[in-house]
């Protein structure tokens, strides 16, 4: 008998929960893009002349939606091209209405906008000649592919400075100072009379005798003439050098033979490279 009443209890629970489910969805039915309150809000600032605060509002409208919001990217677009003087930022938000609401009445109107844009920026541009006008258009392609990243950036700091103005910034009170408690200030005047002391005596500072300078002759010294060297005298002949004559007067040749010829002769032969032919040389 259980088992008789399972399926009609599963075919109330399914009903209920059907039932559930659809009364949830008729609750909060799908808002569309004009109904939303930022949209509407974005429209009112506009008629008000605030755009800044329009262009917020429509930004808050695509962040929430994404894709589904063309009207709202249609708004920014005319904007930034008629207030806030973005030529590209514009053709963004004009592209992306077009993407996203192909079919609208107002594609071409949009295309025209888009066309507008780009000369006004292309009027930006650097006076250079190009080939033709093409090449001007993919120029600005270019440049708005490049900027495209910036964009958001820019959205994002014109809600932070709409948000910073709508905020209310704390009045600073000064408290006045009441001039009947303020007591004037009793200044004398009077000077009182400074004492001077009395000159003190000068020290006496007693000054050393002067002991006048006693001229002393001293001695000039006298140069002491070097010692003669005896010996005998040899005139150097081509080809000659100091091994050479030492042995030819000694018989035999060495260093100190050389050098004791070299020590007689140190005011004509300085050292043995000085040898020259037609030298006097002493032979000790």
Same mark, same amino acid.
């Given at each position: *008998?259980?088992?008789?009443?399972?399926?009609?209890?599963?075919?109330?629970?399914?009903?209920?929960?059907?039932?559930?489910?659809?009364?949830?969805?008729?609750?909060?039915?799908?808002?569309?893009?004009?109904?939303? %309150?930022?949209?509407? &809000?974005?429209? $009112?600032?506009?008629?008000?002349?605030?755009?800044?605060?329009?262009?917020?509002?429509?930004?808050?409208?695509?962040?929430?939606?994404?894709? /589904?919001?063309?009207?709202?990217?249609?708004?920014?677009?005319?904007?930034?091209?008629?207030?806030?003087?973005?030529?590209?930022?514009?053709?963004?938000?004009?592209? =992306?209405?077009?993407?996203? =609401?192909?079919? %609208?009445?107002?594609? /071409?109107?949009?295309?025209?906008?888009? $066309?507008?844009?780009?000369?006004?920026?292309?009027?930006?541009?650097?006076?250079?000649?190009?080939?033709?006008? *093409?090449?001007?258009?993919?120029?600005?392609? =270019?440049?708005?592919?490049?900027?495209?990243?910036?964009?958001?950036?820019?959205?994002?700091?014109?809600?932070?400075?709409?948000?910073?103005?709508?905020?209310?910034?704390?009045? +600073? #009170?000064?408290?006045?100072?009441?001039?009947?408690?303020?007591?004037?200030?009793?200044? +004398?005047?009077?000077?009182?009379?400074?004492?001077?002391?009395?000159?003190?005596?000068?020290?006496?500072?007693?000054?050393?005798?002067?002991?006048? +300078?006693?001229?002393?002759?001293?001695?000039?010294? #006298?140069?002491?003439?070097?010692?003669?060297?005896?010996?005998?005298?040899?005139?150097?002949?081509?080809?000659?050098?100091?091994?050479?004559?030492?042995? &030819?007067?000694?018989?035999?040749?060495?260093?100190?033979?050389?050098?004791?010829?070299?020590?007689?002769?140190?005011?004509?032969?300085?050292?043995?490279?000085?040898?020259?032919?037609? *030298?006097?040389?002493?032979?000790?």
């Amino acid at each position: *008998m259980r088992f008789r009443f399972l399926p009609l209890c599963l075919c109330a629970l399914a009903t209920l929960l059907f039932v559930a489910g659809c009364g949830r969805y008729d609750s909060s039915p799908f808002t569309a893009e004009i109904d939303e %309150s930022n949209y509407r &809000r974005g429209k $009112d600032l506009l008629r008000q002349g605030r755009n800044q605060e329009a262009l917020a509002a429509f930004l808050k409208v695509v962040e929430k939606r994404g894709d /589904d919001a063309p009207e709202s990217h249609l708004e920014i677009g005319i904007l930034y091209q008629q207030h806030i003087k973005d030529p590209i930022a514009a053709i963004y938000h004009y592209r =992306k209405f077009r993407e996203l =609401k192909r079919n %609208s009445p107002q594609s /071409d109107l949009v295309r025209q906008r888009i $066309d507008a844009a780009t000369r006004e920026f292309a009027r930006t541009l650097p006076a250079q000649p190009l080939d033709n006008q *093409m090449e001007r258009l993919d120029l600005l392609e =270019k440049v708005d592919q490049l900027q495209r990243e910036n964009i958001q950036l820019k959205d994002q700091l014109i809600g932070v400075r709409t948000q910073a103005i709508n905020t209310p910034r704390p009045s +600073s #009170v000064v408290a006045a100072a009441d001039p009947d408690q303020l007591a004037p200030l009793a200044v +004398s005047t009077a000077e009182s009379p400074i004492a001077v002391p009395d000159p003190e005596p000068a020290a006496v500072v007693e000054q050393p005798a002067v002991v006048p +300078s006693v001229a002393v002759n001293r001695p000039t010294p #006298v140069a002491t003439p070097p010692p003669a060297v005896s010996g005998r005298r040899y005139v150097v002949a081509k080809g000659d050098s100091l091994y050479a004559i030492a042995k &030819r007067h000694y018989g035999t040749a060495n260093n100190a033979r050389v050098q004791a010829i070299l020590n007689a002769n140190r005011a004509v032969l300085p050292n043995a490279g000085a040898l020259q032919p037609g *030298m006097t040389l002493i032979i000790p």
